[in-house]
């Protein structure tokens, strides 16, 4: 399986490196990130000027590519064949919850749908923080949170057309009472 794990918040933002982590238990990953922080930026794609696309380094020392573009760039870049076939995109970890009808102005949410719409899975995780600033957050749960998921949907399927919005409330894991679709 290779996975390919985006965000909106920027390559270097701690919940991108917590859910790669992650992900690499599952199989071959492929970080692909905005070289800056897009949030609430929606579904958009850049189709005025060039995209410049860079290597780079993750504070774990993993290689990860950026590009000046948005989080649906990184997507479709990477579905377009800069990077071998993509089995899998996950969006995130997002600091803050994702929900209701503003779903559609969330660039780690639009991220999961670009891949969607190429028909590749998409899924985008969110963590339900407190209130306040967002330094220090621990995004170890979401994370593992996020791999549940992804085995269920290795093992179970995921219809085509379906994008997997996860938000995660900022709890240890031991105390999650378990998940709920909605």
């Not at 997997?164 to 909605?182: A, C, D, H, Q």
Request: charge should be negative; glycine fraction near 8%; proline fraction near 5%.
């Amino acid at each position: 399986m290779h996975i390919l794990v985006t965000n909106d918040d920027g390559v270097g933002a701690p919940g991108i490196l917590a859910l790669a982590r992650e992900m690499r238990k599952l199989g071959r990953v492929t970080v692909f990130a905005p070289d800056r922080n897009w949030s609430v930026t929606g579904h958009i794609k850049t189709l005025d000027r060039p995209l410049r696309v860079r290597e780079t380094v993750l504070a774990d020392n993993s290689a990860a590519f950026t590009t000046d573009g948005a989080p649906s760039d990184c997507v479709a870049l990477a579905l377009l064949g800069l990077v071998e076939p993509i089995d899998l995109v996950i969006s995130g970890i997002n600091p803050n919850a994702n929900v209701s009808h503003d779903v559609t102005y969330s660039g780690t949410v639009t991220a999961a749908m670009e891949a969607v719409i190429s028909k590749v899975k998409g899924i985008a995780v969110s963590l339900d923080s407190p209130e306040g600033p967002k330094e220090g957050l621990d995004y170890g749960t979401a994370a593992v949170v996020a791999r549940h998921v992804v085995e269920q949907v290795i093992q179970s399927g995921l219809d085509q057309g379906i994008v997997l919005n996860v938000n995660v409330p900022y709890r240890k894991e031991s105390e999650l009472k378990g998940y709920r679709v909605t």
